[in-house]
């Protein structure tokens, strides 16, 4: 079993920058795509990016059309099993639990839905105020 771990939400102002990070306890076939959802209070869980491993060290990125992927960034540390969102200008709309999830290897897996994830980390909250 994996387990992953969030890290580096918090309050902000509006404005402000914050970076997530999630940490797979140990890296497998089974966190070879991995991704950011985040739910906001009253509403489903949405979408924000993914990123798909190729190869060693190759990765494939993926964003929201509905979230400003200008201001959001996922990245990779393979060697780390850690993946990372840096999130610029957050606005108050940013305020959501953000939840690391992952899945193994597909070529025709919908990296954008939530039911394509297997595995999933305990979220982290951020709050942005005006």
């Known amino acids: 079993q994996v387990q992953l771990v969030e890290s580096g939400g918090g309050s902000v102002q509006v404005g402000d920058s914050l970076t997530l990070a999630c940490v797979a306890s140990?890296?497998?076939?089974?966190?070879?795509?991995m991704a950011w959802f985040r739910q906001a209070p009253g509403l489903g869980r949405e979408f924000v990016a993914a990123?798909?491993?190729?190869?060693?060290?190759?990765?494939?990125?993926?964003y929201s059309d509905t979230v400003d992927k200008g201001r959001f960034t996922i990245s990779a540390d393979n060697g780390a099993n850690t993946i990372y969102l840096q999130m610029n200008d957050l606005k108050p709309e940013d305020t959501a639990v953000y939840y690391c999830a992952a899945r193994g290897p597909s070529e025709t897996a919908n990296v954008f839905a939530q039911g394509q994830y297997n595995h999933w980390g305990q979220g982290t909250q951020v709050t942005v105020s005006a």
């Open positions: 990123v798909r491993r190729i190869g060693g060290t190759g990765t494939n990125t993926f």
């Open positions: 140990r890296r497998t076939f089974t966190t070879a795509i």
